[in-house]
């Protein structure tokens, strides 16, 4: 199992940058698929961007592309999100994600351990 807690939430003016940070428990965290979710007030959750087990491929959503850069350290049980030319459209309840059997993919129901999430808001 692996438990998943969130940090670096917080509010940032659009054009800036923030870093989420997802801290992982359990031995076997390397081998798991990690991914970041987002939900905005009154939306469904939606996928953010995922990166494999060794942190050699990632896919990103269309939305988030070329501005978020996720990375992970397997050493240290963490996963990161560096958001970069933030828009106010980019507020959301940012959640980290693990899965162990599925590759990549953004499916929300693929995934089987969450964090409770960390708070991020842009401002216009």
């Known amino acids: 199992q692996v438990q998943l807690v969130e940090s670096g939430g917080g509010w940032v003016q659009a054009g800036g940058s923030l870093r989420v940070s997802c801290a992982a428990s359990?031995?076997?965290?390397?081998?798991?698929?990690m991914a970041w979710f987002r939900q905005a007030p009154g939306k469904e959750r939606e996928f953010v961007a995922a990166?494999?087990?060794?942190?050699?491929?990632?896919a990103y959503a269309d939305s988030v592309k070329g501005r978020f850069t996720i990375s992970r350290d397997n050493a240290k049980n963490m996963v990161y999100l560096q958001m970069n030319t933030l828009k106010p459209e980019d507020t959301a309840v940012y959640y980290c994600?693990?899965?162990?059997?599925?590759?990549?993919?953004?499916?929300?129901?693929?995934?089987?351990?969450w964090g409770q999430g960390t708070q991020v808001t842009v401002s216009s």
């Open positions: 359990g031995r076997t965290f390397s081998t798991y698929t």
């Open positions: 990166i494999s087990w060794r942190g050699e491929r990632t």
């Open positions: 994600a693990a899965q162990q059997y599925s590759g990549i993919v953004p499916n929300i129901e693929t995934y089987d351990y």
